[in-house]
């Protein structure tokens, strides 16, 4: 599987993203040997990835060989995410959830043109969760764990943006147990 980079590119935003290599003598010499870059970045031999992307939305993977001084090579396939920034989703983290009890958690977009579609790009949702077109994710989830998911917003002309999410849903606490005092039955003398 390709190494995803660890920093989205945005388009219109000047990224840098050196490349590491380990092994071998240096200096090294990066070229791109596979795939394509998003438009507007460029691999320089020094093994920095910059540039300003002009590229729409998407994943662009690449492969690219590192050759060191003694001539001997070694190439790695990567991936590079490239965003919009006309899209933020947001909540931009997710409040824990518990098992058992009723969850819901509306997404919201800023910028683009409404209305909005919102899906599940990838990842799990938690058993008994569902996320629906509107962005409305929600349900009462029946295991403990930590979900790990991608969210996708589209917009009204194609444009979208994706952010990936966790979840943790908890046990649910048991109830404190009442005390239960006992009266002592007291007897009264007459008089």
Same mark, same amino acid.
Request: glycine residues 14%; positive net charge; hydrophobic residues 40%.
């Given at each position: 599987?390709?190494?995803?980079?660890?920093?989205?590119? +945005? =388009?219109? &935003?000047?990224? =840098?993203?050196?490349l590491?290599? =380990?092994g071998?003598?240096?200096?090294?010499v990066f +070229?791109?040997?596979?795939?394509?870059?998003?438009?507007?970045?460029?691999l320089d031999?020094?093994? &920095?990835?910059?540039?300003?992307?002009?590229?729409?939305?998407?994943?662009?993977?690449f492969?690219v060989?590192?050759v060191? $001084?003694?001539?001997?090579a070694a %190439?790695?396939?990567?991936?590079?995410?490239?965003?919009?920034?006309?899209l933020?989703?947001?909540?931009?983290?997710?409040?824990?959830?518990? @098992?058992?009890?009723?969850?819901?958690q509306?997404?919201?977009?800023?910028? %683009?043109? %409404?209305?909005?579609?919102y899906?599940?790009?990838?990842?799990?949702?938690?058993?008994?969760?569902?996320?629906?077109?509107s962005? &409305?994710?929600?349900? !009462?989830?029946?295991a &403990?764990?930590?979900y790990?998911?991608? /969210?996708? /917003?589209?917009?009204?002309?194609?444009?979208?943006?994706?952010?990936?999410?966790?979840? +943790? !849903?908890?046990?649910?606490?048991? $109830?404190?147990?009442?005390?239960? !005092?006992?009266?002592?039955a007291?007897?009264?003398?007459? @008089?």
């Amino acid at each position: 599987a390709p190494t995803v980079l660890p920093f989205p590119a +945005t =388009s219109n &935003v000047f990224y =840098s993203q050196p490349l590491a290599v =380990s092994g071998g003598t240096g200096p090294y010499v990066f +070229t791109l040997t596979g795939g394509s870059l998003p438009a507007g970045l460029t691999l320089d031999s020094a093994g &920095v990835l910059s540039g300003i992307p002009d590229a729409g939305a998407g994943y662009f993977t690449f492969t690219v060989t590192a050759v060191d $001084a003694n001539g001997d090579a070694a %190439g790695k396939t990567y991936t590079i995410r490239l965003a919009t920034s006309q899209l933020l989703l947001m909540p931009l983290g997710l409040p824990t959830a518990t @098992r058992g009890l009723r969850y819901r958690q509306a997404f919201a977009t800023d910028g %683009g043109s %409404g209305p909005y579609t919102y899906s599940l790009e990838r990842g799990k949702l938690p058993p008994g969760f569902s996320l629906g077109s509107s962005g &409305v994710l929600g349900g !009462v989830p029946s295991a &403990v764990g930590r979900y790990g998911f991608t /969210v996708r /917003v589209t917009d009204a002309n194609g444009a979208w943006e994706s952010e990936a999410y966790g979840i +943790t !849903v908890n046990a649910k606490k048991a $109830a404190p147990r009442r005390a239960v !005092v006992h009266r002592a039955a007291v007897k009264r003398k007459r @008089r």
